[in-house]
């Protein structure tokens, strides 16, 4: 349990985040860019997204007043995917802004210069890399990339290994000023000398995330064909099939047909047929939006009925510094004893609200009961990996806090506890980040955290700082992380000290290299972890 955790573990934890409540009190604000724009996503970066939530709105300034144009569907360390509120157009480099911006044009901070990570998580470089910088309605456009990378371990315990990947990902909008747009994204990912492996199934090399071909009939009415993920429905997740949307004032409509990618090498796999409507309605109010949408889905396996269930989602902003979020899904079919039943079942809670007493201070809560994500390619460590699924369910609160320009504050707790696990789930985190420091103009973040799980103890601390260099051509990253992991029922541990480098290098506005290397030290074993990555922008 984290009561069991050493006191001095405690203390340095506490004293770790006292410490910096005694400076002066200044003005803030948080400020992002668009970078990239592929259909109804939008991507916007910040320096953090510390206190940024699922259903949040994000502003621009115009005239003066700041105005509701984004609702946040995801977000990450630094940045958010967003959708449009309305029929707004956006172009990549425009400025938005979170809501405790909410101050003078004149006290904008500078962004951090765009970076060039590892992708730890494909599924969702996935979502956010249908690149497409927007320069009007109905105006013909190309944007894409090509992504080349590897990744390489090395260990004194276990044969060196060598995975190469390789990416496409382009979206074309009214091709020859026509109704026709399109959309890929594309990977293709081998080990060196498996070569076999890709002759024996392809399809476990090259994943099809997207690719399909859009023909609007106006304005408002618009098909899609072939595979895509639908922002409205999007944990239903990529569809085969078409998908057809019409939208009238603030309500919008679609019908979706078609099948699911193969559970195991999510090829083509016509058996698993679905289809499905969603409506939903969005529209501003006083002091941000009111947005719900419902969508009702059937998904079979070779003909038989495998899932038949409901989804809804609401974001809610009408009350002043108070933002709601929801989402359910309700199954409405079961086998019983082998025979067909219509029963209902909820197999999926969201539910989150925040409240912002002040530019300075805030409070999130939330309850997660939804399925686990199943991620079919992801490069997390050990550490990472723990980390996330510790703190992927159950109830949990955090706040927020700056108290002076560019420190921000923040601390969390979270308990899970199902009837299959042992012993409850509950974590502590916590961390620092000053996004400025005096003469040498770097980031510094400090982390603390601490967790139970039903089979292990454990505390990781860490700090990490970052700068650009060269007019923001050159981003360096430095990151160290102490873990200590007491396994519960054994005398196992786990200690690590992991070290992690990173340089990207811009050469030009499309072409970026990236070096990623990773150190984790475990008793006498040592883990090394190396990434390249050349990406070169259409």
């Not at 009702?296 to 108070?322: M, P």
């Not at 933002?323 to 359910?328: I, Q």
């Amino acid at each position: 349990m984290i009561s069991r955790l050493t006191h001095r573990s405690i203390i340095v934890f506490l004293l770790f985040f006292c410490g910096i409540f005694v400076v002066n009190s200044q003005e803030t604000y948080r400020q992002g860019t668009v970078s990239y724009i592929s259909g109804e996503n939008i991507y916007v970066k910040f320096e953090t997204t510390a206190g940024i939530e699922n259903g949040d709105t994000l502003f621009i300034f115009n005239d003066g007043e700041y105005l509701p144009v984004l609702i946040v569907q995801h977000q990450s360390s630094i940045s958010c995917l967003c959708t449009a509120l309305g029929n707004l157009s956006f172009k990549t480099s425009d400025v938005v802004f979170s809501h405790e911006a909410s101050l003078s044009e004149a006290e904008v901070i500078p962004v951090i210069a765009e970076q060039e990570l590892p992708e730890k998580d494909v599924s969702q470089q996935v979502i956010i890399s249908m690149e497409q910088p927007k320069t009007g309605k109905n105006a013909p456009d190309f944007y894409g990339k090509i992504r080349l990378s590897s990744y390489s371990n090395f260990s004194n315990v276990s044969d060196d290994s060598h995975r190469f990947r390789y990416t496409f990902s382009a979206n074309a909008s009214h091709i020859s000023n026509s109704k026709i747009s399109a959309e890929t994204y594309l990977s293709f990912t081998h080990k060196l000398n498996e070569w076999d492996v890709v002759k024996d199934n392809l399809n476990k090399a090259l994943k099809i995330y997207s690719l399909a071909i859009q023909y609007n009939f106006s304005e408002t009415a618009s098909l899609w064909v072939g595979r895509k993920i639908n922002p409205h429905v999007a944990n239903v997740g990529a569809v085969d099939g078409i998908q057809f949307e019409y939208g009238f004032k603030n309500l919008y409509a679609g019908l979706i047909a078609g099948s699911r990618p193969d559970y195991y090498d999510y090829s083509f796999n016509f058996d698993l047929f679905e289809y499905g409507a969603y409506f939903g309605q969005g529209q501003k109010v006083t002091n941000g939006f009111v947005q719900s949408s419902l969508a009702f889905f059937e998904q079979r396996n070779k003909g038989n009925i495998d899932r038949r269930f409901v989804y809804f989602q609401h974001s809610n902003s009408a009350i002043k510094n108070l933002n709601l979020f929801a989402s359910f899904e309700l199954d409405l079919y079961k086998l019983e004893n082998d025979e067909p039943k219509n029963a209902l079942s909820l197999t999926s809670l969201y539910f989150s609200a925040r409240y912002r007493f002040s530019r300075r201070f805030s409070v999130f809560g939330s309850y997660d009961n939804r399925k686990n994500v199943i991620y079919y390619e992801t490069f997390r460590n050990l550490t990472d990996e723990i980390l996330q699924q510790a703190s992927r369910q159950g109830g949990r609160v955090r706040f927020n806090y700056r108290p002076v320009n560019y420190i921000i504050v923040s601390a969390s707790a979270g308990t899970r506890f199902r009837k299959e696990d042992p012993r409850s789930t509950k974590t502590l985190n916590g961390f620092v980040t000053y996004t400025s420091l005096p003469g040498i103009h770097a980031s510094l973040s400090l982390t603390g955290n601490l967790l139970q799980t039903s089979y292990l103890d454990g505390q990781v601390y860490g700090a990490r700082i970052s700068k650009d260099f060269l007019d923001g051509k050159l981003y360096s990253l430095l990151h160290y992380r102490w873990v200590d992991y007491k396994y519960v029922n054994t005398v196992t541990e786990l200690r690590q000290h992991i070290g992690e480098i990173d340089f990207s290098y811009r050469f030009n506005k499309s072409f970026y290299l990236s070096v990623n290397f990773e150190a984790t030290f475990q008793e006498k074993d040592i883990f090394n972890r190396l990434y390249l990555s050349l990406s070169k922008k259409l």
